[in-house]
């Protein structure tokens, strides 16, 4: 079991600057990778970045150049820095976590999310 807690969200003007955190609790040496979505109002939720445990990274074409995931050195903290936002990245931010589970002889996947940070980018 998993608990991801987001916090950072907020109000922020076209072209600032907001840092996401994600803290995971829990049975944290089963994650395998974390990552960030986001979902704006009447659209579903896509994906915006994500990092495994080696530390390679992936982006969403629509923030390249613009966010960078990252996390802590006990690998139990993402962070999404966010540079030069604007309105098109207002949205509600989740945080997920692929952990895998071995039992015994029984190995499981899992999806964890957070319960969502609010972004709003707006003059």
């Known amino acids: 079991q998993v608990q991801l807690v987001e916090s950072g969200g907020g109000l922020v003007q076209p072209g600032g600057s907001l840092r996401l955190s994600c803290a995971a609790s829990g049975n944290i040496f089963s994650i395998i990778t974390m990552g960030w979505y986001r979902q704006a109002p009447g659209k579903r939720r896509e994906f915006v970045a994500t990092?495994?445990?080696?530390?390679?990274?992936n982006y969403a074409d629509t923030v390249k150049g613009r966010f960078t995931i990252s996390r802590d050195n006990a690998q139990n903290t993402a962070y999404l820095q966010m540079n030069s936002l604007q309105p098109e990245d207002t949205a509600v931010y989740y945080c997920h976590a692929g952990a895998v589970v071995t039992m015994g002889v029984k190995v499981s996947p899992y999806n964890y999310w957070g319960q969502g940070t609010q972004v709003t980018v707006s003059s």
């Open positions: 990092i495994t445990r080696d530390g390679s990274t």
